[in-house]
């Protein structure tokens, strides 16, 4: 004899649990298909896009020496996927080090013979000229009547100060020179870097523009690299239709490989709308592993909250079977017997149950997996 008992479960779903029922349902529950409110959808059409998509452009003049890849072609974050020809450059670089290496020596010689005056004034200490010692006797007698009282000829701490401030200077004027060849070496190593266009993450060539021995300009698109390991569905929506999306919903999506039935959810909606059109670019995100690629057609439902409100047939996930990629349901006949339909999926209602918007209709009995098998 069969035992019934209740569960607790939302006003719009009816469940009726039945044990030894039979002997190939006695791991399965029956339960009689219930109904929501629900207003109506628009089906859009879209297209599958990459999470994340950039074109590579020349930043400089010259000729393509190398392209790291055909389109398909995987590469990680880092790598060097075309390079401009820069001979040009790397003899400029040198130049420029020279530059830097000569200005460097000159700073050091200043630096010394400022430490030198500071430390062994000349006022002080004049310094002969070697080879002949008439001109210091001639500096050391003047220097001494310098020092004669009543002399008003020279005063060797204001010549001291004045010595200091002309090596001072010097060093300043050589550190200046050495800033301004730093400078150049890295205005140098900035295009150098331009020479080169570099994987700004982990993706695939998508698609290549230019070939080896192509001349370029600044600007010119190279190629278009994006990571496609996850997808996007984007779609153009009527202004009219926004006030029935939000982000974080999902909504039910259909691709055009193999009729995939899939469930998206909003990503980005556009803050502005498109003056022309009157639509709002919306992005979904996609499953991993959906069959297809980032070009491909697809088609979204989007609610509409404007059309009136209709009873929708509303069923547990785990009543969901896939047999291939398509969803499916074991609906009772009036002997008890399970036969497979197959259904269209609509929202997702919560983390538990979903609406059917064709295949089912409200009091059908269907057979619902127990959680545990």
């Known amino acids: 004899m069969s035992r019934i008992s209740r569960i607790k479960l939302p006003l719009y779903l009816s469940l009726t649990i039945l044990t030894g029922w039979s002997a190939h349902v006695q791991a399965d529950t029956v339960i009689t298909v219930g109904v929501a409110p629900h207003g109506g959808y628009v089906i859009l059409g879209g297209s599958v896009i990459p999470l994340k998509e950039v074109t590579l452009a020349a930043q400089m003049p010259g000729r393509i020496v190398s392209i790291a890849g055909e389109e398909g072609d995987e590469f990680a974050a880092g790598a060097e996927l075309v390079s401009i020809n820069d001979d040009d450059l790397q003899a400029k670089k040198s130049a420029a080090e020279a530059q830097l ?16 005056e500071l430390w062994n004034p000349r006022v002080y200490n004049p310094r ?144 502005v709308a498109d003056s022309k059109q009157h639509t709002v670019t919306v992005k979904f995100d996609l499953p991993e592993g959906v069959p297809g690629g980032p070009g491909m057609y697809a088609e979204v439902m989007i609610p509409d909250v404007s059309s009136p409100t209709r009873a929708l047939p509303v069923i547990p996930l785990l ?20 036969k497979m339909r197959l259904v269209r999926i609509g929202e997702v209602i919560d983390e538990n149950t979903v609406t059917i918007l064709s295949g089912l209709k409200p009091g059908e009995r269907i057979l619902v997996r127990d959680r545990n098998n």
């Open 319 to 338: 009543a969901i079977r896939k047999k291939g990629s398509l969803p499916s349901v074991q609906v009772l006949d009036d002997e008890n017997k399970p």
């Open 128 to 271: 002969p000229m070697a080879g002949m010692g008439m001109p210091s006797m001639f500096d050391g007698f003047f220097n001494n009547m310098d020092d004669m009282p009543g002399s008003s000829t020279g005063n060797k701490s204001i010549e001291r100060h004045a010595d200091l401030v002309t090596q001072g200077t010097q060093v300043a004027t050589a550190r200046s020179h050495v800033t301004e060849a730093e400078s150049g070496l890295r205005a140098i190593d900035a295009k150098l870097r331009d020479s080169k266009a570099i994987a700004p993450f982990d993706g695939i060539i998508m698609s290549k523009m230019v070939e080896i021995g192509d001349t370029v300009q600044p600007g010119q698109p190279l190629i278009v690299f994006s990571y496609s390991r996850f997808l996007r569905l984007q779609a153009e929506v009527p202004a009219r239709l926004m006030p029935g999306l939000k982000k974080g919903m999902v909504v039910p999506a259909r691709l055009d490989v193999g009729n995939t039935q899939i469930n998206a959810r909003v990503a980005q909606i556009s803050p």
């Open 101 to 116: 290496a000569s200005a460097q020596n000159a700073m050091q010689n200043a630096q010394v013979q400022y430490n030198r």
